[in-house]
């Protein structure tokens, strides 16, 4: 049962989707600062083993089920185990993650779409440090204005959505990828050019392996899956889009490849700045919002780096947020049979609801606590640590355990055309490498959080 749309028109519109999905404020405001935390060097070795030795091959299996099934995370499941139904929570579980995600994650792409605007005007140049914190703080606790462009950025990610998988979701991706590209590769240039930036840059790259802990691990692996837009069934969803002749392995490798290697451009970008102006790597979430722009107004030039800058971002979370909704409204579509416009429209109502309760968790509702943590610090760390991996470890175990052999082999390998050389340690991974690696992070993960 395809959905009648059609789905991508060719690989690299394929390939620019879901790397659009892979790569956003993950890679360029969550990457840099979770490697800052966890010590740098060391553990962006962690985080690279995991995206190739668990990450890669969960991805494929995510566009395997996808693309067989011709349906969404929930829909997925049914058609690929029509006797045991049970498997259809796994694709609940998913669109009930990724609407918790896309609600916390359009807080920020607020903030990011305030602070083009902030650059452009030049709200932020020519501040001390002091003044700079004291902008962000004032803009992220109030109420209006955050909210105000939080729902901005979600009418132009429906905007998107509406235009359909072909001429929304496909031709966005194409153009703005390469886009955001350039502009990342400018940013670098900039950035190692600094004089000072060797520091930055041996922070990132030389690993020291005493930072490595329990927690570094677990959020590398977090990180990892977030970062990859796996675990969730996004791309499922995606998959079902894929063209039959597409090669799925050598597509997951080059958008891992590609995520992994914006969030190291990322750091090349941030880290020299940071070190250059004795700015602290150290400084959590708001690294980019609190330190970048005194970076930015110590340096020639530094508003068009601003401008260019927040812009990068917003078009990386712009394909990100697509990818999100996405997957919720091809869910709602298929199983309630709704038209596009109208899942498109109730499932934007329903996660600016909990959107905004995130948003205001950094002013009016920073009180309202659990285990000392806020709305957005709990849907946060829930989803990351403990949401994503359990969903990846139930994919998992389906591919691995549950599905037929021979039926994963027939799809990947577009009914035995391809050379299937990757399959035997891809199906070993997913039958004990990925299972135990998963369990050990959740077991982990829920240890230390009652300590
Ligand atoms: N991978 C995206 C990022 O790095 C976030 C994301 C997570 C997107 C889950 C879709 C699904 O920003």
Redesign the pocket.
């Given at each position: 049962m395809k959905n009648n749309e059609g789905g991508f028109t060719s690989s690299f519109g394929a390939i620019a989707a879901a790397a659009g999905?892979?790569?956003?404020?993950?890679?360029?405001?969550?990457?840099p600062y979770t490697a800052g935390a966890n010590g740098g060097g060391a553990f962006l070795l962690l985080y690279i083993v995991f995206v190739f030795l668990i990450g890669v091959p969960i991805m494929m299996s995510e566009l395997t089920i996808g693309r067989r099934s011709g349906q969404n995370a929930v829909g997925a499941f049914r058609v690929l185990s029509p006797r045991q139904r049970g498997w259809m929570l796994v694709g609940f579980w998913g669109v009930l993650?990724?609407f918790f995600?896309?609600s916390f994650?359009s807080v920020i792409t607020g903030w990011t779409l305030d602070y083009v605007v902030l650059s452009c005007s030049g709200g932020l140049s020519g501040k001390t440090p002091e003044e700079v914190s004291a902008v962000f703080r004032e803009f992220s606790s109030g109420s209006f204005w955050p909210i105000f462009y939080q729902i901005i950025f979600m009418a132009i990610t429906v905007a998107v959505i509406m235009m359909g998988v072909q001429k929304g979701i496909e031709k966005s991706s194409k153009i703005l990828m390469p886009v955001l590209f350039l502009l990342m590769v400018a940013l670098c240039i900039r950035a190692v050019t600094l004089p000072g930036a060797g520091e930055g840059l041996s922070f990132l790259f030389k690993p020291d392996f005493s930072k490595v802990d329990g927690k570094a691990v677990l959020d590398a692996l977090g990180q990892a899956?977030?970062?990859?837009?796996?675990?969730?069934g996004?791309?499922i969803t995606y998959g079902s889009y894929v063209r039959k002749q597409d090669n799925l392995f050598r597509s997951s490798i080059i958008i891992a490849s590609t995520?992994t290697l914006i969030?190291v451009m990322a750091g090349v970008a941030i880290f020299p700045a940071v070190f250059a102006f004795g700015q602290d790597p150290t400084s959590g979430p708001s690294l980019v919002y609190e330190t970048l722009p005194n970076v930015f107004n110590s340096m020639p030039g530094g508003i068009a780096f601003s401008i260019a800058f927040f812009v990068l971002l917003s078009i990386?979370?712009l394909t990100?947020?697509v990818?999100?909704l996405e997957?919720i409204v091809l869910f709602v579509m298929q199983e309630f049979k709704l038209k596009r416009v109208t899942a498109a429209v109730l499932c934007t109502l329903a996660t600016l609801v909990l959107g905004i309760l995130c948003t205001l968790s950094f002013g009016p509702l920073k009180e309202v606590t659990f285990l000392g943590k806020t709305i957005f610090d709990i849907l946060d760390t829930l989803?990351a640590t403990y949401m994503?991996p359990l969903g990846a470890l139930a994919i998992v175990i389906f591919m691995g355990w549950f599905y037929p052999k021979k039926e994963v082999l027939d799809e990947v390998t577009n009914q035995h055309t391809l050379k299937a050389g990757f399959f035997k340690a891809y199906y070993f991974i997913m039958r004990y490498v990925a299972p135990v690696a998963l369990l050990c992070v959740l077991v982990a993960g829920i240890v230390a959080s009652f300590r």
């Open positions: 999905s892979a790569i956003g404020l993950g890679n360029i405001w969550r990457f993650t990724t995600i896309y994650y899956m977030f970062s990859l837009s796996i675990g969730l996004v791309l995520d969030a990386a979370a990100s947020t990818s999100m997957a989803t994503l």
